[in-house]
């Protein structure tokens, strides 16, 4: 009804992005090397993209960032459960369940010539359009299997720390607050989908 300018988040979206090695083998039956739409199964980069976009008078939370990376947790199970999610982009900055070899073999799937041009944990330092992208990586072959009962679900958990550029920020005054914060969770199930073939 309208267009609220104090509205905080709108249009929250996620997607799952799976990155698989790209198939060099053809040797299969009416293969050549102008088709490559066959991957190998194994070894792909998952990650979960998180879109969504700010009412327009807000900004960056320059002291704590807009996505405060300690607070982002994700993990994967039929329903929601806290004790299965974990501080994704603190283990990808620290090399914790993150170890150097899983992160090697992730990012040698984004290095692929025709794989997304996609960052993990890089929350915006500023947002011009109020569009905001991030993407949090879950894993080598993270995923399971697609469900069409969706028993097979990503959960994701963040915080959104943003500055209200129109207020004072005095609210002892009457006045409204300058930070504007809020936890973010949301879900997403594995199913069956169309394949994207795409080059950044």
């Known amino acids: ?9 709108e249009y929250v979206n996620l997607r799952l992005v799976a990155i698989y090695i790209e198939d060099s083998d053809f040797s299969g039956t009416a293969e050549s090397s102008a088709e490559t739409v066959r991957t190998v199964v194994t ?9 969504f976009t700010l009412g ?13 990376l300690a607070s982002v947790r994700a993990g994967k ?3 929601f459960d806290a004790s299965t999610l974990s501080h994704k982009c603190l283990e990808w900055i620290n090399d914790g369940a993150f170890t150097f070899s899983k992160q090697t073999a992730f990012n040698s799937s984004l290095m ?13 330092a500023a947002i011009p359009d109020s569009f905001v992208s991030f993407n949090v990586p879950l894993g080598v072959d993270f995923l399971d299997p697609p469900s069409d009962t969706l ?3 990503v959960f994701v958990d963040l915080v959104i ?6 207020a004072s920020g005095t609210p002892n005054d009457g006045d409204g607050p300058i930070q504007m914060k809020t936890t973010l969770t949301a ?14």
Do not use: R, W
Request: aromatic residues 8%.
């Open 77 to 79: 199970s039929t329903f």
């Open 151 to 153: 028993s097979n679900n």
């Open 161 to 166: 720390s943003a500055v209200d550029n129109e």
């Open 56 to 68: 327009s008078k807000y900004g960056v939370n320059a002291n704590s960032g807009l996505i405060p």
């Open 112 to 124: 692929q010539n025709c794989a997304p041009a996609a960052d993990m944990c890089s929350s915006p």
């Open 187 to 200: 879900s997403i199930p594995v199913v069956e989908g169309g394949v994207n073939i795409f080059c950044d």
């Open 43 to 51: 070894g792909a980069a998952h990650y979960l993209q998180v879109t």
């Open 1 to 9: 009804h309208g267009t609220n300018d104090y509205t905080f988040l």
